[in-house]
């Protein structure tokens, strides 16, 4: 099976604004696909964001265009390398005008914070332990002691 790209359609009313919070957190903007409409936020070699202005969203389906301010329709998720790299994320994209809506969760197995982009998109950034990804997170917690965060009480 070859390769999947994954391309996730997201809104926003500032485009040049989104296109410097994504580039603040590391991402780089694919100018081949970029326009007055649209920016490639290219976030690794086959998962990319179109960040769409709503006007031109809205020329891609008959339905409304939320607003992800104060409607969720997605969140997205992403893996870090650890626990460590999480925080670094989030310290980025909070100093880049991003915002925190809850706090941290950790697991015991899986640790993860909640990010919105200006607009209010949803993202999520995780480290998940490699033998819970591996074992599946029941076996992992019975493993290395339940009582390790598995009640999914909120850390700061």
């Not at 604004?17 to 326009?35: C, M, Q, V, W």
């Not at 994320?89 to 991003?98: D, E, F, Q, R, Y």
């Not at 993860?112 to 995780?126: A, K, T, V």
């Not at 490699?130 to 339940?146: F, I, L, Q, R, V």
């Amino acid at each position: 099976m070859a390769a999947t790209n994954i391309f996730v359609n997201i809104p926003t009313t500032d485009l040049d604004r989104s296109k410097a919070f994504y580039e603040a957190l590391g991402y780089r903007i694919n100018p081949n696909f970029t326009d007055e409409n649209a920016a490639c936020v290219v976030l690794d070699d086959n998962v990319y964001f179109m960040v769409l202005t709503r006007e031109f969203l809205g020329t891609f389906t008959d339905k409304q265009i939320i607003d992800p301010k104060t409607q969720a329709q997605v969140a997205i998720s992403l893996t870090c390398e650890s626990r460590e790299a999480v925080d670094e994320m989030m310290s980025t994209a909070l100093a880049a005008g991003g915002s925190e809506p809850r706090e941290a969760q950790d697991y015991g197995f899986m640790y993860s914070r909640d990010l919105e982009d200006p607009d209010g998109n949803i993202l999520g950034y995780l480290y998940m332990e490699p033998a819970a990804a591996e074992m599946g997170p029941e076996a992992y917690m019975a493993e290395h002691g339940a009582g390790a965060g598995a009640s999914g009480a909120a850390s700061s």
